[in-house]
Protein backbone atom coordinates (compact mmCIF):
# COMPACT_ATOMS: atom_id res chain seq x y z
CA UNK A 1 0.00 0.00 0.00
CA UNK A 2 1.45 3.41 -0.93
CA UNK A 3 0.53 6.56 1.56
CA UNK A 4 1.24 9.88 0.52
CA UNK A 5 1.61 12.40 2.98
CA UNK A 6 0.90 16.07 2.44
CA UNK A 7 -1.69 17.99 0.53
CA UNK A 8 -2.95 16.06 -2.42
CA UNK A 9 -5.30 17.33 -5.27
CA UNK A 10 -7.23 16.03 -7.53
CA UNK A 11 -7.18 19.07 -9.97
CA UNK A 12 -4.06 19.84 -12.01
CA UNK A 13 -2.97 23.42 -11.87
CA UNK A 14 0.08 25.41 -13.42
CA UNK A 15 1.57 28.81 -11.99
CA UNK A 16 3.37 31.03 -14.13
CA UNK A 17 5.68 34.12 -12.72
CA UNK A 18 6.96 36.75 -15.13
CA UNK A 19 9.30 39.08 -14.36
CA UNK A 20 7.82 42.31 -15.51
CA UNK A 21 10.93 44.33 -15.97
CA UNK A 22 11.19 42.70 -19.28
CA UNK A 23 7.91 43.01 -19.85
CA UNK A 24 5.87 46.26 -22.18
CA UNK A 25 3.12 48.34 -21.18
CA UNK A 26 0.66 46.76 -23.63
CA UNK A 27 1.63 43.18 -22.53
CA UNK A 28 1.41 43.44 -18.92
CA UNK A 29 -2.11 45.08 -19.60
CA UNK A 30 -2.74 42.12 -22.36
CA UNK A 31 -2.07 39.42 -19.39
CA UNK A 32 -4.07 41.13 -17.33
CA UNK A 33 -7.69 41.15 -19.50
CA UNK A 34 -6.93 37.38 -20.15
CA UNK A 35 -6.97 36.70 -16.80
CA UNK A 36 -10.42 39.09 -16.87
CA UNK A 37 -11.87 37.09 -19.27
CA UNK A 38 -10.63 33.60 -18.03
CA UNK A 39 -10.96 34.27 -14.48
CA UNK A 40 -14.45 32.71 -13.53
CA UNK A 41 -13.67 29.26 -15.67
CA UNK A 42 -10.59 29.15 -13.78
CA UNK A 43 -12.24 30.07 -10.31
CA UNK A 44 -12.14 27.69 -7.26
CA UNK A 45 -11.44 27.93 -3.29
CA UNK A 46 -7.62 27.95 -3.63
CA UNK A 47 -6.67 31.53 -3.14
CA UNK A 48 -5.22 34.47 -5.85
CA UNK A 49 -5.09 33.65 -9.24
CA UNK A 50 -3.63 36.84 -10.19
CA UNK A 51 -1.03 38.75 -8.30
CA UNK A 52 0.52 41.90 -9.83
CA UNK A 53 3.67 42.77 -7.36
CA UNK A 54 6.43 45.76 -8.67
CA UNK A 55 8.90 43.23 -10.36
CA UNK A 56 6.42 40.21 -10.90
CA UNK A 57 3.17 38.49 -12.68
CA UNK A 58 2.11 35.65 -10.79
CA UNK A 59 -0.61 33.90 -12.65
CA UNK A 60 -2.25 30.15 -11.57
CA UNK A 61 -4.49 28.64 -13.95
CA UNK A 62 -6.14 25.30 -13.32
CA UNK A 63 -7.61 23.94 -16.71
CA UNK A 64 -6.12 26.76 -19.37
CA UNK A 65 -2.65 26.25 -19.11
CA UNK A 66 -1.97 25.74 -22.79
CA UNK A 67 -4.42 28.64 -23.93
CA UNK A 68 -2.46 30.72 -21.77
CA UNK A 69 0.83 29.50 -22.72
CA UNK A 70 -0.42 30.42 -26.69
CA UNK A 71 -1.18 33.79 -25.77
CA UNK A 72 1.58 34.49 -24.43
CA UNK A 73 3.70 33.37 -27.41
CA UNK A 74 1.17 35.77 -29.11
CA UNK A 75 2.02 38.64 -27.62
CA UNK A 76 5.92 37.64 -28.14
CA UNK A 77 6.94 37.23 -24.83
CA UNK A 78 9.20 33.83 -24.71
CA UNK A 79 8.52 30.41 -22.85
CA UNK A 80 12.18 31.00 -21.30
CA UNK A 81 11.14 34.14 -19.84
CA UNK A 82 8.57 32.66 -18.06
CA UNK A 83 8.71 30.46 -14.91
CA UNK A 84 6.19 27.64 -14.42
CA UNK A 85 5.37 25.34 -12.29
CA UNK A 86 2.71 22.27 -12.84
CA UNK A 87 1.50 20.52 -10.24
Do not use: A
Request: hydrophobic letters at 30%.
Amino acid sequence: MKIRQGFVSNSSSSSFVIYKPILTKTQIEGIKDWYDKNEEEMYDDSGVHYFDEDNYICLSCHSKSDEFLEFLNKINIKKEDVYMDYR
